[in-house]
């Protein structure tokens, strides 16, 4: 009867993870309590990034809005230098800021100094006051929530492989027991695909409205003259979007421990 735990574990795993999922859901959808939240509202450049990628992806199109305009240098070897020490807005000043007073500095710390800057807090707290955004501390998303279904089904999976391999009463068949443990595979599948069809794309800081702001946003690849269009991308699907070879290496770029 060494099987019996097992199930139980499976079935506790798989109806936990899928509890979570459906908590999230429902958050979500009460982060936008009406369909017209955020009508008729443009997102900016900034918002957009954040509800795509969150603050890493806001000062990543801050550091590319300053390269593309000649007010930062970023060398492939991964290093931030100060053109202009003027910024445009409170996002640049903080890019600028968090390089120092040198002027010069690995990329990887002024980004991560960038995104947990006041500015971009203050965008967040007015995206999830509009509804566009999920707010701090609102627990699990959907997207985390589905993470865990998943390795949940394959955690039962992994279980009922082990209660086969073990020594099983002679009046049990292992294809009845195989059967127990489909029951809890099953639930999170279900759960898996009914989120698939309900609430995909699964967001992890835009809430439904957020989304579907975004949804109304360029993505493609286009004219890379257009400075708008082209930030506009990069703020919807990240650095992959960037198309200077040297900008890409020095996002890319990794400084060795140690070095400053």
Same mark, same amino acid.
């Given at each position: 009867?060494?099987?019996?735990?097992?199930?139980?574990?499976?079935?506790?795993?798989?109806?936990?993870?899928?509890?979570?999922?459906?908590?999230?859901?429902?958050?979500?959808?009460?982060?936008?309590?009406?369909?017209?939240?955020?009508?008729?509202?443009?997102?900016?450049?900034?918002?957009?990034?954040?509800?795509?990628?969150?603050?890493?992806?806001?000062?990543?199109?801050?550091?590319?809005?300053?390269?593309?305009?000649?007010?930062?240098?970023?060398?492939?070897?991964?290093?931030?230098?100060?053109?202009?020490?003027?910024?445009?807005?409170?996002?640049?000043?903080?890019?600028?800021?968090?390089?120092?007073?040198?002027?010069?500095?690995?990329?990887?710390? %002024?980004?991560?100094? @960038?995104? +947990?800057?006041?500015?971009?807090?203050?965008?967040?707290? *007015? $995206? !999830? &006051? /509009?509804?566009? #955004? %999920?707010?701090?501390? @609102?627990? +699990?998303?959907?997207?985390?929530?589905?993470?865990?279904? *998943? $390795? !949940? &089904? /394959?955690?039962? #999976?992994?279980?009922?492989? @082990?209660?086969?391999?073990?020594?099983?009463?002679?009046?049990?068949? *292992?294809?009845?027991? /195989?059967?127990?443990?489909?029951?809890?595979?099953?639930?999170?599948?279900?759960?898996?695909?009914?989120?698939?069809?309900?609430?995909?794309?699964?967001?992890?800081?835009?809430?439904?409205?957020?989304?579907?702001?975004?949804?109304?946003?360029?993505?493609?690849?286009?004219?890379?003259?257009?400075?708008?269009?082209?930030?506009?991308?990069?703020?919807?699907?990240?650095?992959?979007?960037?198309?200077?070879?040297?900008?890409?290496?020095?996002?890319?770029?990794?400084?060795?421990?140690?070095?400053?």
């Amino acid at each position: 009867m060494f099987w019996v735990p097992l199930l139980l574990l499976a079935w506790a795993v798989a109806g936990a993870a899928c509890l979570r999922l459906c908590l999230a859901a429902v958050r979500g959808a009460a982060a936008a309590p009406g369909s017209d939240t955020g009508g008729g509202r443009d997102l900016t450049l900034y918002e957009a990034a954040f509800l795509s990628g969150g603050p890493g992806r806001v000062a990543d199109v801050a550091l590319v809005a300053m390269a593309r305009r000649r007010r930062l240098l970023l060398a492939h070897t991964g290093w931030a230098t100060v053109v202009d020490p003027h910024g445009r807005d409170e996002m640049e000043r903080s890019v600028i800021g968090a390089i120092g007073p040198d002027g010069q500095s690995p990329l990887a710390p %002024v980004r991560a100094a @960038a995104a +947990t800057a006041d500015p971009v807090r203050g965008i967040a707290e *007015r $995206l !999830a &006051a /509009a509804g566009l #955004a %999920v707010p701090d501390g @609102a627990g +699990t998303t959907v997207a985390d929530a589905v993470r865990q279904v *998943r $390795l !949940a &089904a /394959a955690a039962v #999976a992994g279980l009922g492989a @082990a209660a086969l391999l073990m020594p099983v009463p002679l009046d049990l068949p *292992r294809h009845l027991l /195989a059967l127990w443990f489909a029951l809890p595979l099953t639930l999170a599948v279900g759960c898996l695909a009914i989120a698939r069809f309900e609430v995909h794309p699964y967001a992890r800081w835009a809430s439904p409205a957020g989304q579907r702001l975004l949804d109304t946003l360029p993505s493609g690849t286009g004219d890379t003259g257009d400075d708008r269009a082209y930030l506009t991308r990069v703020a919807v699907r990240g650095i992959r979007a960037v198309d200077e070879p040297e900008l890409r290496a020095a996002f890319a770029h990794r400084t060795p421990p140690g070095r400053h």
